[in-house]
């Protein structure tokens, strides 16, 4: 028994070192000064500890990372806000009302989730084109929705079922409206579900790259992947620039996971309908 | 349980997604369909199709090479992220001590946004100060470079891909193994049976609704990837990496094809169809055997 527990912790210690070793030799990377990564000595660890690739990145070009970050931001705040607005009211709608065409509808949610978005990437970016929205935030925006509204909608439509029809009918009987019971009874009674859309929205949101490479055309505009790109591409080399920014936008996609799943291992979310 | 007379306040509850989705979805889609089915004066052929479908069999078709790569691609990647996910969850299954840090480390490849992923391998493997080369020079072996090789670069965007995608597959099994009842083995232990025949006979079988549900959608994320190639080999060397999905945006973006690149748009939907088909039959079969 003991003997092979070992070879089960020698495993996945290895397993473990694998996994994070891409990300800790870039952090790494990002602690070292240039003279360091460009050299043809081998040294794992930083020799010079130094903090110069994190200012470099945050100050250049009058701190255009700054705006790369607040454009990030907004596009993953507006796309999880109107995308939430938009599922909430669908996923409603699917859940509590039975109608023609419901079927149809729940099923097109369900296929349009397993879209790759380069199918949608040509149409929808001559589509913004002709509309002038190339390179502003709702051109973004509208090209996100279409991945994040079918994954909400049917995230929330599966919670909605779980809430007992019984609390919406006595609101009713108070004299309550259907937007009434909706907003004050629904919504308040569907946390959970609403957290778990909003935390998908903003992280895909927040790490999506390609719609974000081939819509923003101006550096003003980046989102922080798009900015990553401009470090490391046919015509730029600073693997030590990209490295610092990688790790700054890595932090909050981590946070925001750990947190979330802190959250869902909160015996709520595993409640059954 | 449902309300039933109201069919029209469900419709203005829907309103607002159905057209923000009509507009970004749909009518984009129904576009795309179109532009493959235009000629270059935007009259109705079936030029592009033709164009792809009819050189398949001659020895220069890019079609066919991009349709063969995807295909192995998806499967090899599928087939390691099955074995080691599966692995990796059976080892963590039989441990108390350390099983939370482990399960944590394991889960960051998959938590860090693929693109920050792809680009940290890319500089893992820079021909001349990667960290790989570096450290084969470093014990006196000639250096390789990785991204020169049509072969060898497939097995490293494979190799990134397998990275990424291997903690989903790893957590869904875990989950599988815990709801597998305590008493199964309890019982079989009993009978004298071995670990080993308690694995094919109890876990495995068990097993078999839910990777069949993650064996579906691994297999379509894994279609769908274009992060990992885009970043780490661009499709090169000679387009001897290049998926259906990256191709499509390089014949539409880079060598501004749009009516060619929808044509593969439509290539791409019939294979989302068939494994949307697929997943929905395991979906249903799950059902039907109760597991959830």
């Known amino acids: 028994m003991r003997k092979s527990n070992k070879w089960v912790h020698i495993l996945l210690g290895t397993a473990s070192f694998i996994s994070i070793f891409p990300i800790l030799w870039l952090l790494l990377t990002s602690f070292k000064p240039v003279s360091e990564i460009y050299s043809d000595t081998f040294r794992i660890l930083p020799k010079a500890f130094t903090l110069e690739n994190y200012v470099d990145v945050l100050t250049r070009s009058g701190g255009v990372f700054w705006t790369w970050l607040l454009n990030s931001i907004m596009i993953s705040l507006l796309t999880t806000v109107i995308g939430l607005i938009l599922s909430t009211t669908a996923a409603y709608a699917i859940s509590r009302f039975r109608f023609r065409g419901r079927k149809g509808i729940t099923m097109s949610f369900l296929f349009t989730q397993m879209f790759p978005g380069i199918l949608l990437i040509i149409p929808l970016y001559l589509m913004i084109d002709q509309l002038g929205l190339l390179n502003t935030y709702l051109g973004v925006v509208l090209a996100y929705l279409a991945i994040t509204v079918p994954f909400c909608v049917m995230v929330l439509k599966n919670f909605f079922d779980t809430i007992p029809i019984e609390i919406e009918e006595a609101a009713r009987m108070d004299g309550c409206s259907q937007l009434g019971i909706f907003w004050r009874m629904v919504l308040p009674h569907s946390l959970p579900g609403l957290a778990i859309a909003a935390f998908y929205s903003f992280l895909t949101t927040w790490n999506e790259f390609i719609i974000a490479v081939t819509f923003l055309k101006s550096d003003d505009m980046y989102t922080l992947p798009v900015g990553l790109q401009q470090f490391v591409n046919q015509f730029n080399t600073q693997y030590h620039l990209m490295a610092a920014a990688a790790i700054i936008i890595t932090v909050p996609t981590l946070l925001l996971f750990f947190f979330a799943q802190r959250l869902m291992s909160n015996r709520y979310f595993y409640k059954k309908g | ?292």
């Open chain 2, 1 to 292: 349980m449902k309300y039933k007379g109201s069919a029209w306040i469900a419709w203005i509850f829907l309103l607002p997604s159905l057209l923000t989705i009509g507009l970004v979805l749909f009518y984009p889609l129904a576009k795309e369909i179109r532009y493959s089915f235009n000629d270059h004066h935007g009259q109705f052929s079936f030029q592009h199709y033709i164009e792809l479908f009819g050189s398949f069999f001659s020895s220069n078709s890019v079609f066919r090479d991009v349709i063969f790569q995807t295909i192995a691609w998806t499967v090899i990647n599928l087939f390691l992220q099955f074995t080691i996910g599966l692995i990796l969850a059976l080892l963590l299954n039989r441990i108390r001590k350390g099983r939370a840090i482990y399960q944590t480390l394991l889960m960051i490849p998959w938590v860090v946004p693929s693109f920050v992923g792809a680009y940290a391998w890319l500089w893992l493997f820079h021909d001349r100060f990667g960290f790989m080369n570096q450290a084969l020079h470093k014990i006196r072996l000639p250096i390789f470079h990785w991204l020169d090789n049509g072969t060898v670069t497939m097995l490293v965007v494979i190799m990134v891909n397998v990275w990424i995608g291997v903690p989903f597959m790893m957590m869904t099994f875990l989950g599988g193994l815990r709801s597998i009842p305590k008493s199964l083995y309890e019982a079989a232990r009993m009978e004298g049976a071995s670990p080993w025949q308690q694995l094919t006979n109890i876990t495995l079988p068990l097993l078999r609704p839910i990777a069949a549900t993650a064996t579906a959608l691994g297999m379509i994320w894994t279609f769908n990837m274009f992060n990992v190639i885009y970043i780490v080999s661009s499709g090169g060397p000679a387009n001897s990496t290049e998926t259906l999905v990256t191709y499509t945006y390089q014949e539409a973006f880079q060598n501004g094809n749009i009516g060619i690149a929808s044509t593969y748009g439509v290539v791409i939907l019939s294979f989302v169809i068939a494994f949307t088909l697929y997943y929905q039959r395991v979906w249903k079969a799950n059902q039907n055997e109760g597991m959830y």
